[in-house]
């Protein structure tokens, strides 16, 4: 199975993209192909060397917990309306596109939105 998370939120400010990463990293330990796209705000999940207080959630190490198994794919629009680079991102992220959005949707058994 095929499964598309769409994130929108930043990492840190709401729990959308937290949990949306915990669907995505609990799917990633299943026999399922999961992608997760981040869009609008989003992008800024996969900046590279995020300092949390200790004991809060860290976005980044839940990102490379779903490349692993998994695909990260970054709106490369997005990504330049926000000044955030390719040398930023984490690493096995990826900029992407929409049309490859479109692609990615089309082929997805399932597309969950967050």
Not at 26 to 41: C, E, G, P, R, Y
Not at 72 to 100: H, K, N, P, W, Y
């Amino acid at each position: 199975m095929n499964i598309l998370i769409i994130l929108n939120d930043p990492p840190y400010g709401t729990e959308r993209s937290y949990n949306g990463l915990r669907l995505a990293k609990a799917l990633s330990k299943t026999d399922t192909n999961v992608t997760a796209f981040l869009m609008a705000d989003a992008v800024v999940c996969a900046k590279r060397g995020q300092k949390v207080p200790q004991g809060f959630y860290n976005i980044e190490l839940m990102l490379k917990s779903v490349t692993r198994k998994g695909e990260v794919l970054l709106c490369g629009t997005c990504m330049d309306a926000r000044g955030f680079t390719d040398d930023e991102i984490v690493q096995d992220a990826q900029r992407s596109t929409m049309a490859e959005l479109a692609e990615r949707t089309l082929s997805a058994d399932k597309v969950l939105v967050f």
